[in-house]
């Protein structure tokens, strides 16, 4: 069947994510100066509104790049090579965590438990206890392959238990997961823009507290672009700067989706997102569908679900793309053809999984699955009535 032109094009992958059109619009603003005062202001209130959304008192550095960005500065602040880490790792983007730690040459102990699994601060405290001087912890908050959401806090206090520092992987969790970087003690948080923060993907974002701030002056060499000091010696000026040039657009756009989260009130954002994620896994049980990993309700991100072995788990996504308009995410590595993701992180409401299931209903009956069409879109309806939430919302 050849796809209409007229199929209006959804986007339902956990990065990047749909941009509200007041975002859109911001971002068409005319470029202006940096320096300039049309633009200071701006520049200073989102500094200070990512502070809100980070639930911290440091400065949120932003550099420009993607999440990964973050996670770079997070290496090229903190190691020199042979210094002693532990990697976490239950996933794709775990698994980045340790690309980087061989490419800054650390010294690292590795803690790769199964894909769907949650990181078990058990082990984390085992793996420190024999492996003695480990001065850095780095894991994930929501590991975007899976859907799986781990225990950070959890995590941190083993940590400090052992004299480490905790670093933390936020980039899809932020803004759609609850998270408190403070009142959890998380030395380090980076993020990106691309996900719940609901922007195009060109910014990345680090959260150094005092402590791996200092870490990061004592170990001056083998950066210069994502230099935390730098940075946060810009940012802490008055009125603040960058040392490089920002992306000044994306800036505007920051802002407007910093004040449309706020506004919103970050509670009813975590409470929409697990709602959101508790209507698409009920949507897929209903179709006897087998929900990947953790089926837990802080899994407010993705939703992973495994392929029936009938289906070729390859066309899914290809066939939810070309015929019906529908952009999900398939597996990564292993998971390649066994799953597939629907994202609610940003900007979703009800009505957006209602269509995505809908779609997903058509494709997997196409495909030859055992599918009664329409139970899954009334399991979610049902989550949603539940709750007192039009699907229109």
């Not at 070309?322 to 390649?336: F, N, V």
Request: charged share 20%.
């Amino acid at each position: 069947m050849t796809p209409s032109p007229y199929i209006k094009p959804y986007l339902q992958t956990p990065g990047p994510t749909p941009i509200p059109p007041e975002v859109s619009q911001a971002m068409a603003y005319p470029v202006v100066y940096h320096r300039a005062p049309a633009f200071v202001p701006i520049y200073a209130a989102a500094l200070e509104n990512l502070k809100k959304v980070f639930d911290t008192q440091n400065d949120v550095l932003c550099f420009a790049g993607s999440g990964t960005a973050g996670m770079d500065s997070a290496f090229a602040n903190l190691v020199q090579p042979g210094d002693k880490v532990l990697v976490t790792s239950a996933g794709k983007f775990g698994e980045r965590w340790r690309d980087l730690a061989e490419a800054y040459e650390a010294d690292y102990v590795y803690l790769d438990v199964e894909w769907g699994t949650q990181i078990d601060p058990a082990e984390v405290d085992r793996a420190l206890t024999e492996n003695p001087g480990i001065e850095l912890v780095y894991t994930t908050f929501s590991e975007t392959s899976t859907g799986v959401v781990h225990d950070v806090k959890s995590i941190a206090e083993v940590a400090h238990k052992h004299g480490a520092l905790i670093i933390v992987d936020a980039i899809s969790g932020l803004g759609a997961g609850e998270l408190h970087q403070d009142a959890w003690g998380l030395d380090v948080v980076v993020s990106g823009s691309q996900k719940a923060l609901m922007l195009p993907p060109g910014m990345g974002f680090a959260s150094p507290n005092e402590q791996a701030l200092a870490r990061a002056a004592a170990k001056p060499q083998g950066r210069f672009f994502l230099d935390w000091n730098r940075t946060s010696k810009g940012q802490k000026k008055d009125p603040p700067d960058s040392p490089f040039t920002p992306p000044v657009n994306l800036f505007m756009a920051l802002g407007k989706a910093l004040d449309m989260i706020l506004e919103e009130g970050l509670e009813n954002v975590y409470d929409r997102h697990r709602l959101l994620g508790r209507a698409a896994r009920a949507a897929m049980k209903a179709q006897g569908l087998e929900i990947f990993g953790l089926d837990a309700e802080e899994a407010a991100v993705v939703t992973a679900v495994t392929i029936p072995d009938s289906v070729d788990g390859n066309q899914v996504t290809k066939v939810m793309r070309d015929k019906y308009g529908i952009t999900i995410a398939g597996g990564q590595s292993q998971l390649k053809g066994k799953i597939f993701r629907i994202a609610h992180c940003g900007y979703f409401g009800p009505f957006d999984i209602i269509t995505v299931v809908s779609a997903v209903e058509l494709t997997l009956k196409e495909l030859g699955a055992d599918i009664e069409l329409g139970a899954g879109v009334a399991a979610a309806m049902n989550v949603f009535a539940d709750a007192g939430v039009p699907v229109n919302a």
